[in-house]
């Protein structure tokens, strides 16, 4: 069984933060950045995927620790190419990697993909990849595999009234989260410049 998720917030990414997106996917390990994109991938490969990531209408979620961004999923419609059906990718930092955060993840992914009408879902990954073959078979997906690559599909059921409040409840725990923790650090940074680094010591012999 996967350990305790570390504490910290998941929500959907906005179009403006690519930036962070990128330096996520840029902090991968050489093994996960090689597994997230089935290739080993230079940075300036990953640099332009994060640019044009949101620029293809992908839905991102992300998992957030003191306001960076430690895992993230990938959500991308194939529009009117493949009506109904949809990629996804999934990235997790490997000092967080196996806290359950890839499946809570995909259990968001789910869930925006059936609420925009998406019923089959494809996840992609390597042979070696036993972790993301886990985290598919957990939720029924079909497992297809190839010489050095499996495909996972995974049907998402039909959207309805509650689950569309549930992606609205998400959201909006999401959002209170991130403004929780955006006021976190500005008090700390404040807290920071009121207190000048190596006052530390002083502070607690005074206190002493
Ligand atoms: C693959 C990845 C998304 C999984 O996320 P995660 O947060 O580490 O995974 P979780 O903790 O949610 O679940 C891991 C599951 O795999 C199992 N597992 C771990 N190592 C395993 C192994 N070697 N063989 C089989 N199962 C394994 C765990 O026991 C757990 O299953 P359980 O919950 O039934 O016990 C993450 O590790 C990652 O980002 N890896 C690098 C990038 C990547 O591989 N992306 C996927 C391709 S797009």
């Known amino acids: 069984m996967t350990e305790q998720v570390a504490p910290g917030i998941i929500r959907k990414l906005w179009a403006g933060e690519a930036e962070i997106f990128k330096d996520h996917l840029l902090r991968l390990d050489v093994e996960s950045r090689r597994f997230r994109f089935g290739s080993a991938v230079s940075a300036e490969f990953v640099e332009r995927y994060a640019a044009r990531a949101f620029r293809t209408g992908a839905i991102v979620h992300g998992y957030f620790v003191d306001g ?13 190419v493949l009506p ?11 000092e967080f990697q196996n806290h359950g955060l890839g499946t809570q993840l995909l259990e968001r992914v789910i869930l925006a993909a059936r609420n925009r009408g998406i019923g089959k879902l494809c996840l992609n990954c390597l042979a070696q990849n036993r972790r993301m073959q886990q985290i598919a078979r957990k939720f029924d ?20 009234a509650l689950s569309l409040a549930q992606e609205a409840a998400a959201d909006l725990q999401g959002m209170a989260g991130a403004v929780l923790q955006a006021q976190r650090l500005a008090t ?3 807290f920071d410049m009121l207190i000048p680094a190596g006052d530390d010591a002083q502070i607690e012999a005074e206190a002493a």
Do not use: N, Q
Request: net charge negative.
């Open 188 to 190: 700390g940074r404040m």
């Open 68 to 80: 960076t961004l430690r895992a993230a999923a990938e959500l991308y419609p194939m529009g009117d």
């Open 84 to 94: 109904g059906e949809a990629e996804a990718a999934f990235s997790v930092e490997r």
């Open 141 to 160: 997906a079909e497992l297809s595999f190839d010489i050095d690559e499996v495909t996972a599909a995974l049907k998402a059921p039909f959207p309805t």
